[in-house]
């Protein structure tokens, strides 16, 4: 079962970035959801710097 629903207009934009900008957003991506769960267990006080 699916954790998560794109909508249409999401895939379609995502499809129209480079590689370059796809592997980006990627990695953009997994540090904000690292930030979420470090902020849910109480380790995260401050915002990202880099």
Do not use: I, W
């Not at 794109?6 to 379609?12: I, V």
């Not at 957003?25 to 880099?50: I, P, T, W, Y």
């Amino acid at each position: 079962m699916p954790t998560f629903h794109t909508m249409l207009a999401f895939e379609r934009d995502y499809k129209r970035l480079s590689p370059q900008q796809q592997a980006q957003f990627v990695d953009c991506l997994k540090k904000f959801v690292s930030d979420l769960q470090d902020m849910e267990a109480g380790r995260r006080h401050n915002v990202r710097q880099d």
